[in-house]
């Protein structure tokens, strides 16, 4: 079950930008889409969200086809580069707003809410920044609190589009095993789009390796070093088996 991605193909006029692509996420997983800048990544993400439709195929979400579905029906948690938080509400209302926003009757009580905003900003290890603003947070703290707030609803799904990639290497490290942390542990499938061979190795499960708007290759990082499928895959990892000789992340 989890999600399945059938046959996604996507042109923009004659750019074929997503050529058949077949996909799937178990219950759990984490997956990184993995490619150079222009492979597809954003766009498969961007359709697996709702934000953008395929041209042709069909994606399955627990078996629901979900191929016309739209982004806010599909309950899925999102989490991008540029964290849009809402400034002039604290780090704990920010992560509350979506339990807030649901229609009564779906909506938790005051003081359920509470506890899952408690309960999640520990576990992000913000608990003790729940009453700051956005503007006194560092750009790390505040993509903590995007990943906390994308939780809250209990998304089927976490999606998330290059997160780490505006703060600085030392920040992104710790930010790394706390998404892995937070992700094996609220039992979340997740799907991150990265062009950075390392934090794919670090964090997922399984890696989708893409090239012009292909998956070349899809297996756990071990396997894509040990047999690369192709010329590209192999060139694109080079250097990663020493990464995975130093016995980092694998
Ligand atoms: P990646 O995330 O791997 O960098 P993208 O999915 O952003 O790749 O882009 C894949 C290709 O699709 C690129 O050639 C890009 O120029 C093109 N593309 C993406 N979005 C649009 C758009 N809205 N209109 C036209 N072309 C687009």
Redesign the pocket.
């Known amino acids: 079950m989890g999600l399945e991605i059938e046959n996604v193909s996507k042109s ?2 004659s ?1 074929l ?1 997503l050529d058949a692509v077949n996909l799937d996420v178990a219950p759990g997983e984490f997956v990184a889409l993995l ?10 993400l961007r359709i697996i969200a709702g934000l953008q439709f395929a041209d042709s195929g069909r994606l399955l979400m627990e078996g629901e086809d979900i191929t016309g579905l739209e982004a806010r029906l599909r309950r899925f948690g999102m989490v991008f580069q540029s964290y849009a938080l809402f400034e002039h509400m604290s780090v704990a209302d920010n992560t509350a707003f979506g339990l807030k926003m649901r229609p009564r009757g779906r909506r938790p009580s005051r003081s359920e809410i509470g506890e899952r905003v408690k309960t999640l900003l520990d576990m992000a290890e913000i608990g003790h920044l729940a009453d700051r603003y956005p503007s006194q947070l560092s750009g790390g703290q505040r993509q903590r609190v995007a990943l906390a707030r994308a939780l809250a609803i209990e998304p089927r799904l976490l999606l998330l589009d290059e997160p780490f990639s505006a703060l600085d290497t030392k920040i992104r490290k710790g930010l790394r095993t706390a998404l892995r942390d937070l992700q094996k542990r609220v039992g979340i499938s997740a799907i991150l ?1 990265t ?1 950075d061979q390392e934090e794919a190795f670090e964090i997922a499960d399984r890696i989708a390796v ?1 090239s012009e ?1 292909r998956i070349e290759q899809f297996g756990t990082a071990e396997e894509l070093v040990r047999s690369p499928a192709s010329p590209f895959v192999s060139e694109f990892l080079e250097g990663m088996a020493n990464y995975e000789n130093q016995g980092a992340g694998i």
Request: proline share 6%.
């Open positions: 923009y006029g750019n930008v490619g150079p800048s222009g492979s597809g990544k954003t766009t498969l789009v062009h893409m708007g």
